[in-house]
Protein backbone atom coordinates (compact mmCIF):
# COMPACT_ATOMS: atom_id res chain seq x y z
CA UNK A 1 0.00 0.00 0.00
CA UNK A 2 2.36 3.18 -1.61
CA UNK A 3 0.15 6.14 -1.01
CA UNK A 4 1.47 8.02 -3.82
CA UNK A 5 0.33 12.17 -3.87
CA UNK A 6 0.70 14.13 -6.08
CA UNK A 7 0.51 18.06 -5.36
CA UNK A 8 -0.92 19.96 -8.23
CA UNK A 9 -1.15 23.17 -5.94
CA UNK A 10 2.53 23.29 -5.76
CA UNK A 11 5.11 24.81 -7.28
CA UNK A 12 2.19 26.97 -8.76
CA UNK A 13 1.51 26.82 -12.74
CA UNK A 14 3.19 29.27 -14.38
CA UNK A 15 0.89 31.07 -16.05
CA UNK A 16 1.72 33.31 -19.11
CA UNK A 17 -0.92 36.29 -19.47
CA UNK A 18 -2.92 35.98 -22.51
CA UNK A 19 -2.81 39.27 -25.10
CA UNK A 20 -6.25 40.10 -23.82
CA UNK A 21 -5.62 40.02 -20.40
CA UNK A 22 -2.51 41.81 -21.44
CA UNK A 23 -4.55 44.38 -23.13
CA UNK A 24 -7.54 44.60 -20.27
CA UNK A 25 -5.19 45.79 -17.76
CA UNK A 26 -3.59 48.08 -19.58
CA UNK A 27 -6.82 49.39 -21.41
CA UNK A 28 -8.61 49.92 -17.94
CA UNK A 29 -5.55 51.37 -16.52
CA UNK A 30 -5.07 54.15 -18.75
CA UNK A 31 -6.96 57.86 -18.71
CA UNK A 32 -9.13 57.57 -20.66
CA UNK A 33 -10.09 53.69 -20.61
CA UNK A 34 -10.02 52.25 -23.57
CA UNK A 35 -10.58 48.48 -24.87
CA UNK A 36 -9.90 47.02 -28.32
CA UNK A 37 -12.26 46.63 -30.67
CA UNK A 38 -10.84 43.40 -32.00
CA UNK A 39 -12.18 41.63 -28.50
CA UNK A 40 -15.47 42.01 -29.53
CA UNK A 41 -15.44 39.21 -31.57
CA UNK A 42 -15.36 35.67 -29.00
CA UNK A 43 -17.91 33.27 -30.23
CA UNK A 44 -21.28 34.95 -28.58
CA UNK A 45 -19.95 38.05 -29.96
CA UNK A 46 -19.45 37.45 -33.80
CA UNK A 47 -22.49 35.79 -33.70
CA UNK A 48 -24.06 39.25 -32.49
CA UNK A 49 -22.51 40.97 -35.62
CA UNK A 50 -23.66 38.28 -36.98
CA UNK A 51 -27.11 39.75 -36.35
CA UNK A 52 -26.00 43.48 -36.70
CA UNK A 53 -25.36 43.15 -40.60
CA UNK A 54 -29.17 42.03 -40.96
CA UNK A 55 -30.30 45.01 -38.99
CA UNK A 56 -32.63 47.03 -40.76
CA UNK A 57 -30.23 50.18 -39.91
CA UNK A 58 -27.20 48.32 -40.38
CA UNK A 59 -25.88 49.31 -43.93
CA UNK A 60 -22.82 48.49 -45.01
CA UNK A 61 -23.05 45.00 -45.59
CA UNK A 62 -25.56 45.38 -47.99
CA UNK A 63 -24.28 48.14 -49.88
CA UNK A 64 -20.88 45.95 -50.29
CA UNK A 65 -22.74 43.24 -50.98
CA UNK A 66 -24.74 44.91 -53.70
CA UNK A 67 -21.28 46.47 -55.23
CA UNK A 68 -19.64 42.80 -55.52
CA UNK A 69 -22.82 41.10 -56.66
CA UNK A 70 -23.34 44.30 -59.27
CA UNK A 71 -19.98 44.82 -60.04
CA UNK A 72 -17.86 41.63 -60.42
CA UNK A 73 -17.19 42.23 -64.46
CA UNK A 74 -15.86 46.08 -63.92
CA UNK A 75 -13.73 44.51 -60.97
CA UNK A 76 -12.04 42.12 -62.90
CA UNK A 77 -11.91 44.17 -65.78
CA UNK A 78 -9.82 46.47 -63.99
CA UNK A 79 -7.44 43.49 -63.14
CA UNK A 80 -3.96 43.77 -65.01
CA UNK A 81 -3.89 39.89 -65.25
CA UNK A 82 -2.81 37.80 -67.95
CA UNK A 83 -1.31 35.52 -66.42
CA UNK A 84 -1.91 33.33 -62.95
CA UNK A 85 -2.44 35.36 -59.87
CA UNK A 86 -3.49 35.16 -56.58
CA UNK A 87 -6.39 36.34 -54.42
CA UNK A 88 -5.35 36.69 -50.97
CA UNK A 89 -8.07 38.46 -48.06
CA UNK A 90 -7.21 39.70 -44.88
CA UNK A 91 -9.56 38.97 -42.44
CA UNK A 92 -12.02 36.46 -44.47
CA UNK A 93 -14.66 35.35 -41.83
CA UNK A 94 -17.49 34.00 -43.23
CA UNK A 95 -16.36 34.90 -46.96
CA UNK A 96 -19.86 35.46 -48.22
CA UNK A 97 -19.72 38.80 -50.07
CA UNK A 98 -16.06 37.48 -51.48
CA UNK A 99 -18.08 34.63 -52.89
CA UNK A 100 -19.79 36.53 -55.63
CA UNK A 101 -16.03 37.64 -57.30
CA UNK A 102 -14.94 34.52 -56.86
CA UNK A 103 -17.97 32.58 -58.54
CA UNK A 104 -17.56 35.50 -61.26
CA UNK A 105 -13.84 34.42 -61.90
CA UNK A 106 -14.27 30.90 -62.18
CA UNK A 107 -17.10 31.23 -64.11
CA UNK A 108 -14.49 33.18 -66.40
CA UNK A 109 -11.96 30.28 -66.39
CA UNK A 110 -9.83 32.92 -64.32
CA UNK A 111 -6.38 31.11 -63.54
CA UNK A 112 -6.26 32.16 -60.16
CA UNK A 113 -5.89 31.00 -56.12
CA UNK A 114 -7.81 32.35 -53.52
CA UNK A 115 -5.96 32.47 -50.17
CA UNK A 116 -8.28 33.78 -47.38
CA UNK A 117 -6.21 35.06 -44.05
CA UNK A 118 -7.87 34.72 -40.62
CA UNK A 119 -6.79 34.50 -37.18
CA UNK A 120 -9.78 31.82 -36.27
CA UNK A 121 -8.96 28.55 -38.12
CA UNK A 122 -12.36 27.65 -37.26
CA UNK A 123 -13.73 30.46 -39.44
CA UNK A 124 -11.08 29.08 -42.11
CA UNK A 125 -11.63 25.53 -41.82
CA UNK A 126 -15.29 26.26 -42.44
CA UNK A 127 -14.99 28.41 -45.28
CA UNK A 128 -12.87 26.39 -46.83
CA UNK A 129 -15.91 23.48 -46.45
CA UNK A 130 -18.63 25.90 -47.60
CA UNK A 131 -16.15 26.91 -50.74
CA UNK A 132 -15.77 22.97 -51.78
CA UNK A 133 -19.38 23.00 -51.90
CA UNK A 134 -20.28 25.50 -53.83
CA UNK A 135 -17.29 26.23 -56.21
CA UNK A 136 -15.40 23.36 -56.73
CA UNK A 137 -13.72 24.32 -59.12
CA UNK A 138 -12.17 26.90 -57.06
CA UNK A 139 -8.40 26.94 -56.08
CA UNK A 140 -8.31 27.49 -52.21
CA UNK A 141 -5.03 27.62 -50.07
CA UNK A 142 -6.72 29.32 -46.19
CA UNK A 143 -3.66 30.61 -43.84
CA UNK A 144 -4.33 30.78 -40.13
CA UNK A 145 -2.47 33.63 -38.45
CA UNK A 146 -1.98 37.11 -37.59
CA UNK A 147 -2.03 39.24 -40.50
CA UNK A 148 1.49 40.97 -40.07
CA UNK A 149 3.40 36.93 -39.81
CA UNK A 150 1.25 35.58 -42.45
CA UNK A 151 1.54 38.12 -45.23
CA UNK A 152 5.55 38.61 -44.08
CA UNK A 153 5.88 34.85 -44.76
CA UNK A 154 3.54 33.92 -47.41
CA UNK A 155 5.04 32.31 -50.78
CA UNK A 156 3.12 33.95 -53.68
CA UNK A 157 4.82 31.35 -56.12
CA UNK A 158 6.11 34.84 -58.45
CA UNK A 159 2.62 35.39 -59.19
CA UNK A 160 0.93 38.77 -58.73
CA UNK A 161 -1.36 39.30 -56.20
CA UNK A 162 -4.67 41.03 -55.74
CA UNK A 163 -5.06 41.62 -51.72
CA UNK A 164 -8.71 42.48 -50.29
CA UNK A 165 -9.42 44.26 -47.19
CA UNK A 166 -13.25 44.05 -47.34
CA UNK A 167 -16.55 44.75 -44.92
CA UNK A 168 -15.23 48.50 -44.23
CA UNK A 169 -12.81 46.82 -41.68
CA UNK A 170 -10.22 50.08 -42.15
CA UNK A 171 -12.69 51.78 -40.38
CA UNK A 172 -12.05 50.27 -37.18
CA UNK A 173 -8.24 51.57 -37.15
CA UNK A 174 -7.10 54.72 -35.51
CA UNK A 175 -5.18 56.53 -38.01
CA UNK A 176 -1.63 55.31 -37.79
CA UNK A 177 -2.76 51.96 -37.79
CA UNK A 178 -4.46 52.27 -40.42
CA UNK A 179 -1.66 53.46 -41.95
CA UNK A 180 0.92 51.06 -40.54
CA UNK A 181 -1.64 48.14 -41.67
CA UNK A 182 -1.46 49.50 -45.37
CA UNK A 183 2.10 50.36 -45.67
CA UNK A 184 2.15 46.78 -44.28
CA UNK A 185 0.49 45.44 -47.84
CA UNK A 186 2.41 47.93 -49.74
CA UNK A 187 5.79 46.46 -48.79
CA UNK A 188 5.24 42.89 -49.29
CA UNK A 189 3.26 43.26 -52.61
CA UNK A 190 4.89 43.67 -56.24
CA UNK A 191 4.58 46.23 -58.77
CA UNK A 192 1.59 44.90 -60.56
CA UNK A 193 0.02 44.16 -57.42
CA UNK A 194 -3.72 45.41 -56.58
CA UNK A 195 -5.32 45.87 -53.46
CA UNK A 196 -9.17 46.52 -53.22
CA UNK A 197 -10.13 48.11 -49.76
CA UNK A 198 -14.37 48.66 -48.46
CA UNK A 199 -14.43 52.20 -47.27
CA UNK A 200 -17.46 53.32 -45.36
CA UNK A 201 -18.28 57.18 -46.89
CA UNK A 202 -19.60 59.77 -45.17
CA UNK A 203 -23.71 60.36 -45.85
CA UNK A 204 -27.00 61.87 -44.09
CA UNK A 205 -25.32 61.59 -40.10
CA UNK A 206 -28.78 60.66 -39.21
CA UNK A 207 -28.31 57.55 -41.43
CA UNK A 208 -24.84 56.72 -39.89
CA UNK A 209 -25.95 57.41 -36.08
CA UNK A 210 -28.49 55.15 -36.41
CA UNK A 211 -26.50 52.43 -37.88
CA UNK A 212 -24.46 52.59 -34.76
CA UNK A 213 -27.39 52.85 -32.12
CA UNK A 214 -29.95 50.61 -33.64
CA UNK A 215 -33.40 50.42 -31.67
CA UNK A 216 -33.22 46.49 -31.32
CA UNK A 217 -30.00 47.26 -28.80
CA UNK A 218 -28.48 44.81 -30.71
CA UNK A 219 -25.13 47.15 -30.88
CA UNK A 220 -25.53 47.56 -26.98
CA UNK A 221 -25.83 44.01 -26.44
CA UNK A 222 -22.19 43.58 -28.87
CA UNK A 223 -20.63 45.90 -26.54
CA UNK A 224 -22.12 44.81 -23.42
CA UNK A 225 -20.79 41.53 -24.66
CA UNK A 226 -17.11 42.72 -23.44
CA UNK A 227 -18.22 42.76 -19.93
CA UNK A 228 -19.47 38.92 -20.12
CA UNK A 229 -16.27 38.33 -22.27
CA UNK A 230 -14.42 39.95 -19.02
CA UNK A 231 -16.15 38.26 -16.65
CA UNK A 232 -15.88 35.02 -18.27
CA UNK A 233 -12.21 34.53 -19.24
CA UNK A 234 -10.62 36.90 -16.38
CA UNK A 235 -12.84 35.89 -13.65
CA UNK A 236 -13.92 39.66 -13.29
CA UNK A 237 -17.36 40.32 -11.39
CA UNK A 238 -18.87 43.08 -14.01
CA UNK A 239 -22.46 43.74 -13.19
CA UNK A 240 -24.01 44.50 -16.73
CA UNK A 241 -26.86 46.94 -15.47
CA UNK A 242 -24.28 48.61 -13.77
CA UNK A 243 -23.32 49.97 -17.54
CA UNK A 244 -24.90 51.69 -20.33
CA UNK A 245 -24.12 51.67 -24.26
CA UNK A 246 -23.82 55.23 -25.82
CA UNK A 247 -22.22 55.97 -29.39
CA UNK A 248 -22.53 59.08 -31.47
CA UNK A 249 -21.61 60.03 -34.51
CA UNK A 250 -19.49 63.28 -35.43
CA UNK A 251 -20.03 64.58 -38.91
CA UNK A 252 -17.41 67.04 -39.13
CA UNK A 253 -14.83 64.14 -38.61
CA UNK A 254 -16.83 61.15 -40.20
CA UNK A 255 -15.91 59.23 -36.59
CA UNK A 256 -18.42 56.95 -34.85
CA UNK A 257 -16.91 56.33 -31.16
CA UNK A 258 -18.85 54.04 -29.27
CA UNK A 259 -18.50 53.48 -25.42
CA UNK A 260 -19.66 51.63 -22.23
CA UNK A 261 -20.66 54.04 -19.54
CA UNK A 262 -20.80 53.27 -15.70
CA UNK A 263 -23.71 54.14 -14.38
CA UNK A 264 -22.30 54.14 -10.60
CA UNK A 265 -18.84 54.43 -8.71
CA UNK A 266 -18.14 51.05 -8.58
CA UNK A 267 -14.86 48.82 -8.05
CA UNK A 268 -14.98 45.37 -10.16
CA UNK A 269 -12.33 42.56 -8.78
CA UNK A 270 -10.40 40.64 -11.82
CA UNK A 271 -9.13 37.39 -10.30
CA UNK A 272 -6.87 36.45 -12.77
CA UNK A 273 -5.86 39.91 -12.83
CA UNK A 274 -5.52 39.57 -9.15
CA UNK A 275 -6.27 43.26 -9.40
CA UNK A 276 -9.41 45.21 -9.04
CA UNK A 277 -10.67 48.29 -11.19
CA UNK A 278 -11.84 51.46 -9.95
CA UNK A 279 -15.17 53.90 -11.89
CA UNK A 280 -16.27 56.79 -11.12
CA UNK A 281 -19.51 57.13 -11.81
CA UNK A 282 -20.44 58.16 -15.51
CA UNK A 283 -16.67 57.42 -16.59
CA UNK A 284 -16.05 55.59 -20.26
CA UNK A 285 -15.04 53.18 -21.85
CA UNK A 286 -14.13 53.92 -25.36
CA UNK A 287 -14.63 50.50 -26.95
CA UNK A 288 -14.51 51.30 -31.11
CA UNK A 289 -13.51 54.23 -34.28
CA UNK A 290 -15.44 53.27 -36.99
CA UNK A 291 -14.35 55.84 -39.61
CA UNK A 292 -16.86 57.17 -42.72
CA UNK A 293 -14.46 58.65 -45.53
CA UNK A 294 -14.90 61.33 -47.55
CA UNK A 295 -13.24 60.73 -51.32
CA UNK A 296 -10.27 63.07 -50.53
CA UNK A 297 -9.22 61.44 -47.79
CA UNK A 298 -9.44 58.06 -49.19
CA UNK A 299 -6.80 59.52 -51.87
CA UNK A 300 -5.11 60.97 -48.81
CA UNK A 301 -4.76 57.47 -47.29
CA UNK A 302 -3.79 55.96 -50.54
CA UNK A 303 -0.73 58.74 -50.57
CA UNK A 304 0.60 58.63 -46.93
CA UNK A 305 0.49 54.40 -47.85
CA UNK A 306 2.09 54.17 -51.12
CA UNK A 307 -0.48 53.76 -52.99
CA UNK A 308 -2.45 55.91 -55.74
CA UNK A 309 -6.46 55.12 -55.85
CA UNK A 310 -7.00 53.87 -59.37
CA UNK A 311 -11.01 53.27 -59.28
CA UNK A 312 -13.92 53.26 -57.00
CA UNK A 313 -16.93 50.75 -57.30
CA UNK A 314 -19.88 52.38 -55.54
CA UNK A 315 -23.17 50.74 -54.80
CA UNK A 316 -26.14 52.77 -56.42
CA UNK A 317 -26.84 54.93 -52.97
CA UNK A 318 -22.62 55.96 -52.96
CA UNK A 319 -22.81 54.86 -49.19
CA UNK A 320 -19.64 52.70 -49.47
CA UNK A 321 -16.73 52.09 -52.50
CA UNK A 322 -14.56 49.20 -52.82
CA UNK A 323 -11.50 51.18 -53.98
CA UNK A 324 -9.07 49.66 -56.06
CA UNK A 325 -5.52 50.87 -55.41
CA UNK A 326 -2.17 50.17 -57.09
CA UNK A 327 1.10 51.13 -56.21
CA UNK A 328 2.33 54.62 -56.55
C1 LIG B 1 -16.52 45.19 -38.48
N1 LIG B 1 -16.77 46.63 -38.61
C2 LIG B 1 -16.53 47.09 -39.98
C3 LIG B 1 -18.08 47.06 -38.09
C4 LIG B 1 -18.29 48.58 -38.29
O1 LIG B 1 -19.29 48.94 -38.90
O2 LIG B 1 -17.45 49.36 -37.86
C5 LIG B 1 -18.23 46.72 -36.62
C6 LIG B 1 -19.50 47.27 -35.99
N2 LIG B 1 -19.58 47.93 -34.87
C7 LIG B 1 -20.84 48.27 -34.61
N3 LIG B 1 -21.58 47.85 -35.58
C8 LIG B 1 -20.77 47.19 -36.48
Same mark, same amino acid.
Given at each position: NHTLTLSTTF????????????????GLSAVPKSLSSKYFYDDAGSRIFQQIMELPEYYPTRAEMEILTRQPADIAAALPYRKPFNIIELGAGDGLKTKELLKYLVGQQADFTYMPIDISGEAMQQLEGKLAETLPGLKVKTLVGDYFEVLNNLDSDGRPNLYLFLGGNIGNYEKDGAINLLRMIRNVMQADGRLLTGFDLRKNPRIIQEAYDDAAGVT???? #? /??LTRMNRELGADFFLDQFDFYSFYNPRNGEVRSMLV??????????? #? /???VHFQKNELIHTELSKKYTLTEIDALAAESGFVVERNFFDSQHYFTDSLWQCD
Open positions: PPPSIKESPFATDVRERAFN #L /NLSLSEQDVYFKS #L /NQS
